[in-house]
C-alpha cells in the first residue's frame, strides 16, 4: 500500500532553516508528481509546493516563494522541502502528498511539525 513519512520537523528560532524530507513506498514513485501542503494551527490546509516526476520543475505558492526549495531523489524514493528564513507564520504541519496526476490528490503522509518560535 501507498506510504508517505516525513520526517525533518521541528522548533526553528526566526530566520533559521530545516529540510524536510518524505520517504515513499508503495507505487512507482518517479512516475507521480509530489505536493508539499501545510496546515497551521486553527487554519485550513495550504497548498505549498509541487514537483515534476523527473524533478527539474517545480512550482510553489507566492508565499512561500524563494524561500522553498522543492526536490527529489527518485533513486531513493524521497522528496524534499528546503525551508530557508523562516517566519512565525510558517509554523504548520507539513504534509507529503502524492498526486494523481490527473484528478488532484490521492494519498497524505501524517505529516511533521516545524515551529519558529525565538
Known amino acids: 500500500q501507498v506510504q508517505l513519512v516525513e520526517s525533518g520537523g521541528g522548533l526553528v528560532q526566526p530566520g533559521g532553516s530545516l529540510r524536510l524530507s518524505c520517504a515513499a513506498s508503495?507505487?512507482?514513485?518517479?512516475?507521480?508528481?509530489m505536493n508539499w501542503v501545510r496546515q497551521a494551527p486553527g487554519k485550513g490546509l495550504e497548498w505549498v509546493s509541487i514537483i515534476d516526476p523527473p524533478g527539474g520543475v517545480g512550482y510553489y505558492a507566492d508565499s512561500v516563494k524563494g524561500r522553498f526549495t522543492i526536490s527529489r531523489d527518485n533513486a531513493r524514493n524521497t522528496v524534499f522541502l528546503e525551508i530557508n528564513n523562516l517566519k512565525a507564520e510558517d509554523t504548520a504541519v507539513y504534509y507529503c502528498v502524492k498526486d494523481s496526476n490527473s484528478a488532484g490528490v490521492d494519498y497524505w503522509g501524517k505529516g511533521t511539525l516545524v515551529t519558529v518560535s525565538s
Open positions: 508503495g507505487f512507482t514513485f518517479s512516475n507521480y508528481w
